[in-house]
């Protein structure tokens, strides 16, 4: 039987950190104690999306702790529980709520997609399991400012005359994105915001300060669903920890980021989505602190709770009797991908999608516009699933279109639609929800110029653009574009109420919904229009329908430089980053650590068989591994038998020597130096001896493209380094191998 729970609701940080220059996912698994006795386990899950069928391995997996001895375990979740699968959207999102109220969660807090079914709809889920589990939502607020969900009170996580009169207490805090506010139907967030950036960190900090204060907590733990992708600045779960102080450990959610939180590097930890993963926090109950952490891989994990399991199947089994009929077919994979896919580029099954409503609005709408100026549009963000190769059910399109969306149009003059392009692809080719796919428009997007943020929309946490810069639509349906024209958008009712970045939608001239499913929609076109055939010819690709410009974030890089083409290179294939997320510094050296931690990384970054051999690099370095891969594999013999001297500004010919040595690791062919005559430059005499080969290798491959020197003993600049590493990738990496990338 559970103990009794209660919830401190509160959020702290015990650490200020820097955050990484890249939140890059981490997939090291972790295996729970043998024995957990007079240990407190928290597992936590985020992003499940109706993955209802996994839920009894979350049960068992909370069995097992108590079996190994645990004197409690906590389930948490961080929230987009309610939608994902027809067997949670259907039912609106109830479904989802019974099954963790079965499971034996006990606090858990609100993404984005709970409110997709309106704020009514969510209450009265909720309301069916008042006294199953506790919601903590920190940030909701009502149109007078006041919480929705207030902290409940200072009552310990638990007690036990085990550990005498001295209480553990433990303070849960929960917070939702306030990207909810648009990311959700705006016309269903009436009367509803999100407290977000320095008032979020306010806010979140008083709380902090009474857990600790009032409420003596030992441990503190953050329950978010902020993500970290960087559209979501400054509401990131990394803007949280670096502006309140207190956090332990935060449990994050929304960018389905796996990420495992480590003290020397981040303090998040997220399990990505669809219970891919099982977080587990680890309390020793004697020392109140957190003893170990990590994410458990519930694709080995074999256990099940047969309760949870029954019920699961019952829902299942249902859901398929009605939704399992095949209707059609595909001759190829349509992509639904997140990224790359429906959120950075066009798709061939972003073009299905809006082909289908393009033809429905044509088909049954009474039109008074031209044909020609009759477009559709919708978001990336609303496109959940790949449909495979072969078979198409019922289900399949709505697992695609889970929402419940339904069709809508908006008439708007062409600078409403050119400013809805600018501001849905402000951050491309980064990823975000409201990329337009689209059908009747040929439009390009400069991803080299960067957004003109002007004023946030209204009841928004989106800016519109001061100007246009980075969108030019070339047609609209075959004729030239106009920006006094009117055009008629065939959207979902999400985009007509101004969702995502749609505000120009939502103030249009003429906004009417047809109340037609967006499911219903693709599956009459497929039926009708394709005679119940997705065919390669028509769809086998995405079309030429979107144009996307891709540059560099740097603005120490200018397009017009030699060596922009090489920086772009090794940014955009992972290889080579910048110093910062904006600065490259082209004319800086690399130290010779730094190049050793390229070529390990470009390896894979492997655990190295020996110990480091060099005395001047530290245990603690962060190249310490990458030194000790490349002196036993004999890329580099040090400065001297002890001395590697990792801080020093590498040269020319030492960099090119140890990138010769790095093919000749790889089993590439540098047979081509052989043969290579180097004494034509005019400074071969300062190129030492034992450099030699490795010159001529790099000038007969073509990955030292120099003309008159070679300039073997300067310091290598960054720029330099870039067109090296970009040369060894195209001319001696063979093409039929994949090229290494980057951890």
């Not at 303070?171 to 990311?183: D, H, R, S, Y």
């Not at 889970?402 to 809508?408: A, D, K, Q, R, V």
């Not at 997007?445 to 030019?472: C, F, L, Q």
Request: hydrophobic letters at 40%.
């Amino acid at each position: 039987m559970r103990k009794f729970l209660a919830t401190l609701l509160a959020l702290v940080m015990t650490l200020a950190l820097m955050v990484p220059a890249s939140w890059g996912e981490n997939k090291e698994t972790y295996q729970l104690p043998d024995s957990l006795a007079g240990k407190t386990v928290i597992l936590h899950t985020n992003d499940v999306h109706g993955a209802i069928d996994k839920y009894a391995k979350v049960a068992a997996l909370r069995d097992e702790c108590y079996d190994k001895g645990a004197h409690q375990v906590i389930l948490l979740d961080a929230g987009d529980y309610s939608q994902g699968s027809p067997y949670v959207s259907l039912s609106k999102g109830a479904t989802a709520l019974d099954m963790m109220a079965l499971v034996g969660y006990d606090v858990i807090t609100l993404g984005n997609h709970e409110f997709d079914y309106g704020f009514p709809q969510l209450m009265e889920n909720l309301k069916k399991h008042q006294g199953d589990f506790m919601v903590a939502c920190n940030n909701l607020v009502d149109d007078e400012g006041e919480l929705i969900f207030a902290p409940g009170g200072t009552a310990p996580i638990y007690a036990d005359d085990t550990y005498g009169t001295e209480l553990f207490r433990i303070a849960i805090v929960g917070m939702a994105t306030p990207e909810t506010q648009t990311k959700a139907n705006p016309a269903l967030m009436k009367g509803l915001s999100f407290i977000g950036g320095k008032d979020l960190y306010k806010v979140t900090q008083e709380d902090v300060d009474m857990a600790r204060s009032e409420g003596n907590a030992d441990i503190v733990i953050a329950l978010g669903h902020l993500g970290v992708d960087k559209s979501s600045e400054p509401n990131c779960s990394y803007n949280v920890m670096q502006n309140v102080k207190g956090i332990d450990l935060f449990i994050d959610g929304h960018s389905h980021t796996v990420m495992t939180a480590s003290k020397d590097n981040n303090m998040v930890q997220s399990t990505g989505t669809g219970l891919a993963y099982v977080g587990a926090i680890v309390i020793d109950n004697a020392t109140k602190s957190i003893e170990s952490n990590g994410l458990i891989d519930l694709s080995a994990y074999t256990k099940e709770d047969a309760a949870v399991k029954a019920a699961a199947d019952k829902i299942i089994s249902d859901i398929n009797a009605e939704y399992g009929k095949v209707f059609a077919r595909t001759d190829v994979e349509l992509n639904g991908a997140k990224e790359p896919g429906n959120r950075t580029e066009e798709t061939n099954l972003g073009d299905l999608i809006t082909d289908s409503m393009l033809w429905a609005i044509r088909k049954d709408a009474e039109l008074t516009v031209p044909a020609e100026n009759v477009v559709a549009i919708t978001n990336g963000g609303g496109i959940r699933a790949t449909i495979k190769k072969g078979d198409i059910t019922k289900k399949d399109i709505n697992t695609v279109l889970p929402f419940g969306n339904t069709l809508s149009i908006v008439k708007v003059t062409g600078a409403e639609l050119l400013e809805a392009l600018e501001a849905s692809t402000y951050c491309t080719p980064d990823s975000i929800g409201g990329f337009p796919q689209v059908s009747g428009i040929v439009y390009t997007i400069d991803g080299t110029k960067t957004y003109d943020a002007g004023d946030v929309y209204e009841g928004s946490t989106y800016h519109a653009p001061k100007t246009i810069r980075r969108v030019t639509i070339q047609s609209v349906g075959g004729k030239a574009f106009n920006l006094r024209t009117v055009y008629t958008i065939a959207t979902n009712d999400f985009l007509a109420a101004g969702g995502d970045t749609y505000y120009a939608f939502k103030t249009a001239s003429v906004n009417y919904d047809l109340g037609i499913p967006m499911d219903e929609v693709v599956m009459d076109y497929v039926k009708t229009e394709l005679k119940g055939v997705v065919s390669a010819e028509n769809y086998g690709e995405a079309g030429d329908r979107i144009t996307i410009i891709k540059g560099l974030p740097f603005t120490d890089v200018d397009p017009s430089a030699a060596y922009y083409s090489a920086v772009k290179y090794c940014y955009e294939n992972n290889i080579f980053k910048g110093v910062t997320d904006t600065m490259f510094m082209p004319n800086n050296t690399i130290t010779r650590g730094q190049m050793v931690t390229v070529l390990w990384r470009m390896n894979g970054s492997p655990e190295p068989k020996n110990a480091n051999p060099f005395g001047d690099v530290a245990v603690t370095s962060p190249f310490v591994k990458a030194i000790a891969w490349a002196a036993e594999n004999k890329l580099t013999n040090g400065i001297t038998e002890t001395t590697f001297a990792p801080a020093q500004a590498i040269s020319r010919q030492q960099f090119l020597t140890i990138l010769y040595r790095y093919a000749q690791f790889m089993g590439y062919d540098v047979s081509v130096g052989e043969d290579t005559n180097i004494l034509s430059f005019e400074d071969v005499g300062e190129v030492g001896e034992y450099a030699i080969p490795a010159m001529q290798w790099a000038v007969g491959s073509g990955v030292l493209a120099a003309e008159k020197t070679l300039t073997p003993r300067a310091a290598a600049p960054r720029y330099n380094v870039a067109e090296f590493l970009a040369n060894f990738c195209m001319k001696v990496i063979p093409t039929a191998e994949m090229m290494p990338k980057a951890a």
